[in-house]
Each structure stands twice: as C-alpha cells, then as structure tokens.
C-alpha cells in the first residue's frame, strides 16, 4: 500500500489541480494573474508557482492556454488527429516522457468468454499526477489501471474486480511495481510498459486503436468507428471507450465529441480535464 504521507501529498496535488483547474475553467477566458489564482488556493503566488510547475512541468501561465472551456474544441481545431493518417505515418509515440510505445496481447475471446475463471490478477494501490491510481496485472502485463480521486478507492477496486468476476485477485504491491513505474514514470524516462487486454474483440478493436492518437492530440469516436470498419456503430465505440479498463495508457481521455465537447470520462471528468492540460502542457 501507500505509505500515509504518499496518499496525503498525491491527494493534496491532485486535489489543488483540480480545483484550479475549475477554476480557470471559470474564467470565460479571462487570464487570471499568479497572484489572484494563488490568493483563490489559499496559498503564497511562489507556494504555488512551485507546486504548480512540480506538478505540470509549466508555469500557470503558461497552463492556462490549455485550460480554456473552449480547451477540447481548441485541440480539434489545431491537434485533432484523424486515426486513419495517425495509423498510415506511424504517430503513435515519439520519445517524449508520455509518447509511451506499449507492447500488448490480448486474451483470447472464449478464455474472456470465462469471466477470468482460472486468472491470477495481482492489484496494488500506487502514487499519480492524478491521484492514488489502483493497478492491476498479471504475468503479461497491466490488465487494469483505476483513477479514485473522484471515485473512491472502494468504488475504483468494485469497479476494476467487476470486469473480471469469477477471476482470483491477490494484493501484491512487489510485483507490481516495475509495472506502475512504467506507466508513471517518475525519473522522466520513458518505459516500455506491457499490457494484457482482457475484454471483448470488438471492445479490443476500439482498444486499439486509442493506441494510435499521439500524445497532446485528440479523436472523434466517429473517427475510431471509421478505422475499425464499423462507421454507423457510434455510440457502440462510445461504450467501449468507456468500458477501457488500463486508463491512461490506453488513451480514452482522447477521444472527444465530434462537437468539440470532452464528452465522459469513466473516472470522473475532472480526471479528463487534468489528463488532456497535463499532455498539452507536455508537448507544448
């Protein structure tokens, strides 16, 4: 488990972006000053810049380009990724700390057919830009990645076990460290992590194809449903994003309404709100 001061500060970080976040969103597109947004967190304009750029690797100025209500229509104009070139030109990662290649199987449709009868899933609770993150794997790699600063950590551990009922689950933090590390790398080095995709073929379709959207940029679920051969089963992809259960390394923050609007995001939209500044911010 955590260590109690590693919960309080993952918690005391996420919960200061969000709320400026909220915030800044708040603005109608007024920039806010270091020193008013510093005043509105309770907190010194250098306390602040500091955690701030800790967190985000910019400045709060700079932050608030990205943080617009207009944030997900502006990345459609400018960082919309259509998935068919992305697939075409090879845009699935570049080098930088979250453009991660990952190396992925997936289970075979009737052993998923099974409910993960006979599957040890290992799980741990782990630190996160976005709050204590639970982190499921097995032998072949990280099969389950939950958000709980919105959810709760009871509800983001029901949540994850429901997907795979009948499978056993054993705490094992150990061994499943090298995996967290590589999906939250915390030295700015890149990692290769490996994922295990137990759903449905057409969930895993849908799946796959969020692996093609670069870091910083965005889709359209009409867009995944284009790519995969199925262009009239919208809302069908739209059940799958959701459904993803390795949250942000399977992109599914990426995949926005046609409209412009961020849409839904299964661990709570402020998480999606957080995810997309946090890339933005990084490939600026």
Known sequence: MMTAMTQIETGYHYDLMRRAIERLDGTDGRELTLEEIAAEMHMSPAHFQRIFSRWAGVSPKRYQQWLRLDHAKALLATRHTTLETADLVGLSGGGRLHDLFVRWEAMSPGDYAKGGAGLEIAWGWFDSPFGPVLVMGTE??????????????????????????????????????????????????AATPKLFLIGAPFQIKVWEALL??????????????????????????????????????????????????????????????AMLAWEAAETA
């Open 140 to 189: 072949r790699g990280i099969c389950g990645i939950g958000f709980a600063a919105e959810a709760g950590s009871a509800a983001t551990m029901a949540d994850l076990r429901s997907r795979w009922p009948d499978a056993t689950f054993v705490e094992d933090r150990a061994r499943l460290a090298p995996l967290a590390e590589a999906a939250f790398p915390t030295d700015g080095q």
């Open 212 to 273: 093609h959207v670069p870091t910083g940029h965005v889709t359209t679920y009409s867009d995944i449903a284009r790519l995969i051969g199925h262009p009239k089963a919208v809302r069908a992809v739209g059940s799958a994003v959701g459904r993803n259960p390795i949250s942000w390394l399977i992109p599914c923050h990426r995949a926005l309404r046609k409209s412009g609007g961020l849409g839904g995001y299964h661990w709570g939209l402020p998480v999606k709100r």
